[in-house]
């Protein structure tokens, strides 16, 4: 009994220390290859450290207008992601706090933080902010059904949504992403990643024109320490989602356990496969442009359509 | 002896205010006359609950439950509307709406006129209530109307002899319909012994030898009935002269036609479909009732929901609800019969308490018409506008009012019997008939306050309102255990078991 | 003469006079002038009176003179006498015009016999004393036709008229199918005609009044 | 005991009643018993459903009513003392409120009717939820109809609020006509009106009638819940009435509706064919998706939360759908799950709207004004108010740690697990209308967003805005308790769910509490083979955790590295109101990408002075259409209305036409009687 306990308090520090480690490290490995696609030199991969490292050492300017919820927002948005994050498997099927929450629960606290953060958009009063949060929320809840389809038919061939489950189910069975249902939802769920993290071509990370932006915008008035756990809680969304679909649709790797050397080897696969999809990722933003906010909604129904095909395949073979 | 004391007492108060000189004496009279005849009426109820069914001059006069409660429903009716009347008349004096050219003296003619015909109308009903040879029973009837008619004329506006002349011809035609059915029903039942004698038209000899009938001759007699009495009752397609004479007619009037006449004419009906049903059965006069029934509720309707007079609005009501105790009658049966004669009883306190309202109303703002009421009745006369409202809800069947439960009897009673279609007819329609009332009365009612002046006090008005409005209220939640007693009697008459 | 004989007598004779009133009946439908109208209502109203009495000789039963004489005076004297009065006082001299034309409603109170007779055949039962049921049929159409009589009249006059011919039909029907009803209730149904008869004539003389005419169908203000 | 409690509840608040109505000239002393009896009924009531529930057997009362023929009776049964717990708790919270919230209207209102009508609502809900036979339910459900329609058009010197009132009360006529259709052909089968007379009884009839039955039910019932399409009278009826009034109509009012349905469905029906549960979720689907599309277009913010109110109705209905699925293909544990979902979140709603509606009222008292868009900064002058609307928000948006979560979780579980149960075609539906479930759960959440923000953050967007004030300590007291209610119904899941054993026990046989809790009560299971887990007081630990180890020191650190400055304004000086985001252009790309939906239609006037390009003053108005109303209801009245009217032609004032009908009627009844 207390064996177990401290055993997951220790699979959740590990977990979290690779979270917030390689979490901005995606982030930059993504950037650097983006630059070398597009022949450029660009900032090293370790530059998403310097830059938080910077930011939590600067002073800050909070907006007149804003509330306690623009102070507030910060920390609920980091938490809840980190939460989050520890309830996915990264390097072994056991999710450390697979108890608290499966993939619904992990869905619903990213989708918190997203609460709050339209909140704080809006709460400096800013017409940027508005701006963002509008869309932010608009995208948000059209990528959410397809989401939900694709999960459904995960969870559905593990007959669970406990997350622990799903990959537990997953393992051994490595080529099973081959079976048409499994390539439907992944690819619903990867259009889907790309619009919940705004990638081109629904958003573009690294702009600040209002017309095209909206991560960036909703968070245009953060400053400082703030503003570099927004932007730390953003890579590390962007992991746990990545890691969410490598690991449920490719659990190459995926160990039963935390404990042994395993562990190092699953860590490897793991960064293994993020380099990879990272790639996948660069691709896409490389070739795509970023398209019009009112175009959004025919890429998230083209990966609703994928979702039900995925449902109805597997109810077919 | 109570029976001849209720028929001279007002022939009594009739005389008496035809040759008194003052309006008080007058009203006086009224108001004792009918005092006495309500007690009268209750008196005879206690009888009849205690002893059975009363009979008087071998067999001339003759009371069971069903004409107690008729009796007792028209007396206190005629109670409530002599106490109104003096407020109403006297605001009608006041203000002129009698004629405004008239001298005093012509004024004092028409009040002498009007409170010397009600007691004849009262009587004439009570008369007929009370008979039990069937061709007295017409003959009263027949006097109903003509003592009626001179009511509806009362203020000698145009349109109130259109509606008196509309009023006169249709039930001249519907009475000699009745007639027509009365005489082939002693043609019916004059092969029984005794027949040629004054005894063989009594309802009572008729009803023990009801088998022996002679049956063609029966299946006449009741079509014709039915059109006569129907007439009367103001079924749908006879329903015509109702909503003239019941707008036109001085309100305290309308109030008594309206729920004490409709009972009276009902009244016929039953006797006769008693005869008949056990004559025939009960299936050959229950269809032609249904058909009748149902006919006049989904006329009421389109009425009620484009109507723009709202004392036209009540008359139509009464069209509707005259169709629902026809079809409660043709449903027959311990329940269908039950529902009826509740339904009566709840239907006469309602109706009358909503004509009353609406008297108040057009007195206070000198109009019929819903668009001409400038403001919310409410704001100007609080209670009358919350008892309207009240009454309103109650007569379209809202619980906890009574209207409720006998309704919901009623349907009871078309499902049990395998009518689901009438069922379902009468739920749709009386969903038609809430939406329209509502949408009408509750628009007049609700509202800003009118920067008009708030109405004085009136007393007599107001105070025959309040009674009958708790009445209303009391008997959704508890009706007195020998009233209920009277109600299932009646019931069992018609019945039979 | 043995009763039987009487008994066929009496048969043609009350066929015979229930022929002329229900002829007369239709005189009235295709009559024109007010006057001769209410006159022809009074012959009428006599034929009914002789049917009366004829039945009365014929049956022994004495009460029914007293109805026979209460119609002779009621409908044969009184009403239209009150009524002559009124048309002199209003001094109406229009003629009437019906809303079908003559030649039709002719046509139609003969269809309207036909079906009074199809009605009274149902009644008719061979073992039963003949007497009656031909006066029924006539009785039945007479009540039709002073019905089709009453919507066909613009004049509130000629409508109290067909009124009143219509209760003639059912008088016919009360003698000659039952030999009269008990004698108390013809006088109560004698007396409410007599004062349904003033009543309506006051009626008439008011609408005069206030309208300056008698055309009911102008009575057009109350609908809905 | 208990039936001493309850009928002492029941005679608190028919005394409260009649006492405010008697006080109707000191409005002071109106409002003050008013509301302390239908506190103390409601505490009464309270401690009486909770006993109930777990009592061994039902509680059966006879009122001292009624006539020979009809009884007053009432029973509490574990499904009605569920119900009767959500009436009283959420009755008690807004009694406690409206001691503040009437104080406004003295004088300048009759607060003696208002205490009447409020006692009797309460009263009436009570014997709704318990009364024991077909008579007496009707009866109770008229009168509430009735009460609620007084209070609704409590302000009825405005036109639009008469309008609503008469509409919500034809309508729930129209559906009580059903109901009363309904029973009476259970009674015809059964010969008595008793409800345990009732039992699985539907299910025993030829399957036509069954059909109807159901149908009658559903729709019956459905106008009162609001269900698509019979919804048309709650966005109407819920925003004029007094806010306190709202929250009730909102919170236990409509439920009424849901209590007949679990009545019918899982007393009434034993196995239903599986059409049945197939239409009920995809009404609930409908209902859900529709009504939080049309709340995201309302700017009116009483009017906002009556469309969500459709919306989590459809949440319910999805449960309850799911449930007959189930028990058509016979997984009774499944269908257990999803009417706890369904019960839940009932519970969850009466909760949080009703604290969003008593926010509202607050902010509505203050501001003067229903319209979001002249509201704004709020969160200053109100504080408490704020906070309890933001915990309403997160509630009802379905977010972790608060209650909505824990019951859409439910929900989503139970439709999950149905894919498994069957074969045939009809599988699909779960995992479709899970989808749907979660694009409603996202747009509500983009509508709070918007409802929260607009009118509590950034600059106040109107003089009223400007200086509100906080709302007086019994209002405050009021919200808090259910801001209360809201975040212990969601860590305390696991203990709630023990409630519902004896109902799914009643009504289905299972008891599953002890399968659906797991790890000694720190997470909740849906209890299917192996499903998922959640822990909401696990998640919530762990943010307090984080929170006092980490955000407040540092917080505390970093303010003193902070200076406040004004927002980026594009160079333009000075940040005014004008500024802002508008709730209308928050919505905009959903109304645009709706727009087959919402047709919406805009008008742009702008006055120029110099050029073209340097408008002076733009007004921009957009409209959206809202379906129902205009293609369904508005056309069937125009008919009705001039069918009507043409037949009025009958009634034309020619005599002679009149003696034609009788006539006619004559001649064409003599030939029937001579040929039949």
């Known amino acids: ?317 | ?497 | 003469m043995t009763p039987f004989l009487d008994m066929q007598i009496g048969d043609r004779i009350i066929t015979l006079m229930a022929a002329l009133v229900l002829v007369l009946q239709i005189a009235m439908v295709s009559q024109r002038w007010i006057v001769v109208h209410i006159r022809i209502f009074a012959a009428q109203s006599f034929f009914l009176a002789m049917i009366a009495a004829t039945i009365a000789w014929f049956n022994h039963a004495p009460h029914i003179y007293i109805a026979a004489a209460l119609t002779l005076v009621v409908k044969v004297i009184l009403v239209p006498i009150l009524f002559e009065r009124l048309v002199e006082r209003m001094e109406i001299h229009e003629e009437i015009e019906p809303i079908v034309n003559v030649p039709l409603s002719v046509l139609i109170s003969g269809a309207l016999t036909l079906v009074g007779y199809v009605v009274a055949e149902s009644f008719y039962k061979p073992g039963e004393p003949g007497l009656g049921h031909n006066a029924l049929a006539v009785a039945i159409s007479l009540f039709l036709i002073g019905f089709f009589t009453m919507i066909n009249r613009r004049k509130a006059l000629t409508q109290v008229l067909a009124l009143l011919s219509l209760e003639n039909g059912l008088f016919l029907a009360a003698i000659s199918l039952t030999y009269g009803m008990p004698l108390i209730v013809e006088l109560g149904i004698l007396f409410d005609v007599l004062v349904a008869a003033m009543v309506l004539g006051i009626l008439v003389y008011r609408i005069r009044e206030t309208f300056e005419s008698m055309d009911v169908s102008r009575l057009r203000r109350l609908r809905g | 005991m208990i039936a001493e409690l309850f009928l002492s509840g029941i005679i608190v608040w028919l005394m409260g009643a009649m006492a405010s109505l008697a006080l109707w000239r000191e409005p002071a002393a109106a409002r003050r018993v008013a509301c302390g009896a239908a506190l103390a009924g409601s505490l009464l009531d309270l401690t009486a459903s909770a006993a109930a529930i777990f009592s061994a057997s039902p509680i059966a009362i006879s009122l001292p009513f009624g006539n020979p023929v009809f009884t007053w009776a009432v029973r509490l049964d574990p499904l009605s003392a569920y119900f009767n717990l959500t009436l009283a708790a959420l009755a008690a919270v807004v009694s406690l409120y409206s001691f503040g919230y009437l104080k406004e209207m003295e004088g300048r209102r009759n607060l003696g009717a208002f205490g009447f009508f409020y006692n009797l609502l309460l009263l009436s809900l009570a014997l709704v939820f318990t009364a024991s036979n077909a008579f007496f339910f009707l009866v109770a459900w008229e009168v509430m109809a009735l009460s609620s329609f007084c209070l609704i058009s409590f302000e009825h010197e405005k036109e639009k609020t008469r309008n609503a009132g008469v509409l919500f009360l034809i309508m729930s006529h129209a559906g009580t006509g059903l109901l009363l259709i309904a029973f009476l052909m259970l009674t015809t089968a059964s010969g008595s009106l008793d409800f345990s007379s009732f039992h699985l009884l539907a299910s025993r009839m030829p399957p036509l009638e069954q059909g109807a039955i159901f149908l009658l039910f559903l729709f019956g019932f459905g106008v009162k819940a609001g269900i698509v399409p019979l919804h048309i009278w709650l966005p109407e009826a819920h925003p004029v009435s007094p806010s306190n009034v709202s929250a009730l109509m909102s919170g236990i009012v409509i439920k009424t509706g849901i209590y007949g349905m679990a009545r019918v469905f899982f007393d009434f029906y034993g196995t239903p064919p599986i059409w049945m549960g197939t239409v009920v979720l995809g009404l609930g689907v409908a209902s859900a998706l529709l009504g939080v599309l049309y709340a995201l277009m309302e700017h009116d913010l009483k009017r906002l939360l009556a469309w969500h109110s459709i919306e989590n109705i459809g949440i319910i209905l999805m449960g309850f759908g799911a449930a007959l699925m189930f028990r058509a293909l016979g997984q009774a544990n499944l269908a257990t799950l999803a009417l706890i979902a369904a019960l839940y979140h009932t519970f969850n709603h009466a909760m949080f709207k009703g604290l969003l509606f008593l926010g509202a009222g607050s902010v509505v008292q203050a501001t003067h004004t229903r319209n979001m868009e002249k509201m704004g900064g709020l969160i200053r002058r109100m504080p408490v108010t704020a906070l309890c609307f933001l915990l309403g928000a997160v509630a009802i948006s379905g977010l972790p740690p608060l209650n909505g979560f824990v019951s859409e979780w439910l929900t989503y579980q139970a439709l999950l697990a149905g894919f498994g149960t069957t074969q045939s075609l009809t599988r699909l539906m779960f995992p479709i209308a899970g989808s749907l479930l979660a694009l409603t759960a996202a747009l509500a959440a983009a509508c709070f967003v918007k409802a929260f923000a607009i009118p509590f953050l950034a600059l106040p967007r109107s003089n009223e805005a400007a200086d509100a004030h906080e709302a007086s300590p019994t209002m405050q007291a009021g919200m808090a308790a259910l801001a209360v209610g809201c975040v212990t119904l969601g860590l305390g899941a696991t203990l709630f769910v023990r409630v519902f054993d004896p109902i799914t026990q009643q009504a289905l046989g299972v008891s599953t509490s002890s399968a659906l809790v797991m790890a000694h009560g720190l997470a909740l299971s849906p209890g299917t083979i192996h499903g998922g887990t959640i822990s909401t007081a696990g998640m919530a630990l762990l943010f307090l955790i984080a929170g006092a180890a980490f955000a407040l020191p540092l917080a505390r650190r970093w303010r003193r590295r902070s200076v406040t400055g004004p927002v980026w304004d594009c160079g333009l000086p000075g940040l005014t109101a004008d500024n802002e985001y508008t709730a209308t252009a928050f919505s905009k790309p959903l109304r645009m990408i709706f727009s087959a939906l919402y047709r919406p239609r805009r008008e742009i006037q702008a006055e120029y002075e110099v050029s073209p390009h340097y408008p002076s003053a733009i007004r921009f108005e957009s409209k959206i259409e809202l379906t129902f109303e205009k293609r369904l209801y508005g056309p069937l009245r125009e008919r009705i209305m001039a069918l009507a009217n043409r037949m009025k032609g009958i009634q034309a004032g020619s005599i002679n036409v009149y003696l034609a009908y009788i006539f006619i009627t004559l001649i064409l009844l003599l030939l029937f009687v001579v040929r039949g």
């Not at chain 2, 509806?152 to 259109?162: D, H, L, P, Q, R």
């Not at chain 2, 005869?275 to 299936?283: D, I, K, Q, V, Y």
């Open chain 1, 1 to 317: 009994m207390t064996g177990q306990i401290i055993g997951r308090l220790i699979e959740s520090i590990a977990q979290l220390c690779l979270l917030l480690a390689i979490a901005p490290l995606v982030t930059g490995v993504i950037r650097a290859l983006k630059a070398r696609m597009q022949t450029r030199r660009g900032p090293g991969i370790l530059q998403p450290y310097r830059d938080l490292y910077k930011l939590f050492r600067k002073g800050m300017v909070i907006p007149e207008t804003a509330s306690w919820i623009f102070v507030a927002t910060p920390w609920i948005v980091f938490f809840s992601t980190v939460l989050a994050g520890l309830m996915i498997p990264m390097v072994a099927a056991e999710a450390p706090l697979g108890l608290f929450g499966g993939v619904l629960a992990v869905i619903y606290l990213l989708g918190l933080g997203r609460f709050f953060l339209a909140l704080s958009g809006l709460d400096t009063g800013s017409s940027f902010g508005g701006l963002g949060s509008s869309r932010e929320m608009t995208i948000s809840a059209l990528a959410e059904p397809a989401m939900m389809l694709a999960i459904f038919t995960v969870a559905i061939g593990a007959g669970s949504t406990s997350l622990t489950q799903i990959a537990g189910a997953a393992i051994g069975q490595n080529w099973r992403f081959l079976a048409p249902a499994q390539m439907f939802a992944f690819a619903a769920l990867a259009l889907v990643l790309i619009a919940e993290t705004g990638r081109i071509p629904v958003d573009n990370p690294d702009t600040h024109l209002e017309l095209t932006m909206i991560h960036e915008a909703m968070i245009l008035e953060y400053s400082g320490p703030y503003l570099a756990l927004v932007e730390w809680a953003a890579s590390i969304k962007q992991l746990v989602l990545m890691t969410l679909l490598i690991n449920c649709f490719w659990p190459i790797g995926l160990q039963p356990t935390w404990f042994g050397f395993g562990a190092l080897q699953g860590i490897a696969w793991l960064l293994a496969k993020l380099l990879f999809l990272s790639c996948a990722i660069v691709l896409i933003e490389t070739v795509n442009a970023k398209t019009r906010l009112f175009r959004v909604p025919e890429l998230l129904a083209v990966a609703f359509t994928l979702g039900s095909l995925a449902l109805i395949s597997t109810f077919l073979f």
């Open chain 2, 1 to 497: 002896m109570l029976l001849i004391a209720l028929l001279l007492i007002p022939v009594a108060a009739s005389v008496a205010s035809f040759f008194v000189r003052r309006r008080e004496a007058m009203e006086v009279a009224n108001v004792a006359g009918f005092g006495i005849v309500f007690l009268a009426s209750v008196a005879l109820a206690a009888q009849v609950l205690a002893r059975g069914a009363v009979s008087l001059c071998n067999g001339f006069f003759y009371a069971d439950a069903l004409s107690a409660l008729v009796i007792l429903l028209t007396a206190s009716v005629a109670l409530v509307c002599s106490t109104y009347s003096i407020g109403y008349l006297r605001d009608d004096q006041q203000s002129g709406a009698l004629g405004d050219d008239l001298t005093s003296v012509e004024q004092l003619a028409l009040l002498r006129m009007y409170y010397s015909l009600t007691p004849l109308l009262v009587f004439s009903m009570l008369f007929m209530a009370m008979a039990n040879n069937l061709g007295v029973m017409w003959a009263a009837m027949e006097a109903t109307t003509l003592a009626s008619i001179f009511l509806v004329t009362f203020y000698g506006k145009v349109t109130s002899i259109e509606a008196a002349w509309k009023y006169a011809i249709i039930g001249g035609v519907g009475l000699s319909m009745a007639l027509f059915g009365t005489i082939v029903t002693y043609y019916a039942g004059h092969s029984l012994p005794g027949s040629d004698a004054l005894s063989g038209l009594n309802w009572s000899v008729l009803a023990q030898h009801a088998a022996q009938l002679d049956k063609t001759s029966m299946r006449l007699a009741f079509v014709l009935i039915l059109l006569g009495y129907g007439t009367k009752a103001g079924l749908a397609p006879m329903h015509t002269w109702k909503p003239d004479a019941y707008s036109e007619a001085p309100v305290p009037s309308a109030a008594i036609l309206s729920s004490a006449l409709l009972n009276c004419a009902l009244y016929c009906l039953i006797r006769f479909y008693i005869l008949t049903s056990r004559c025939l059965g009960p299936e050959y006069p229950g269809r032609l009732l249904l058909l009748f029934g149902l006919l006049s509720m989904g006329i009421s309707v389109p009425f009620i929901l484009v109507q723009q007079n709202y004392r036209r609005l009540l008359a139509y009501h009464t069209i509707d609800h005259a169709g629902i105790m026809t079809t409660a009658l043709g449903l027959g049966g311990v329940l269908g019969s039950l529902g009826l004669m509740l339904h009566m009883a709840f239907h006469t306190i309602a109706k009358s308490l909503l004509f009353l309202c609406a008297g108040n109303v057009s007195q206070h703002f000198r109009t019929d018409l819903f668009s001409r009421i400038k403001g919310s009745v409410i704001g100007a006369m609080p209670l009358t506008g919350v008892v309207f409202l009240m009454a309103m809800l109650a007569i379209i069947g809202m619980p906890p009012f009574s209207l409720f439960q006998s309704e919901f009897l009623i349907v009871r009673a078309a499902f049990d019997g395998g009518h689901v279609l009438t069922g379902v007819l009468f739920v749709l329609f009386g969903t038609g008939v809430f939406a329209g009332a509502l949408l009408h009365v509750g628009g007049m009612i609700l509202g800003p306050k009118s920067d008009a002046p708030p109405a004085g006090p009136r007393p007599w008005r107001d105070g025959s309102l309040l009674a009958l409005a708790v009445a209303l209220v009391v008997i959704g939640f508890w009706i007195p255990a020998p009233l209920f007693e009277l109600i299932r009697g009646a019931a069992r008459v018609v019945s039979g078991q």
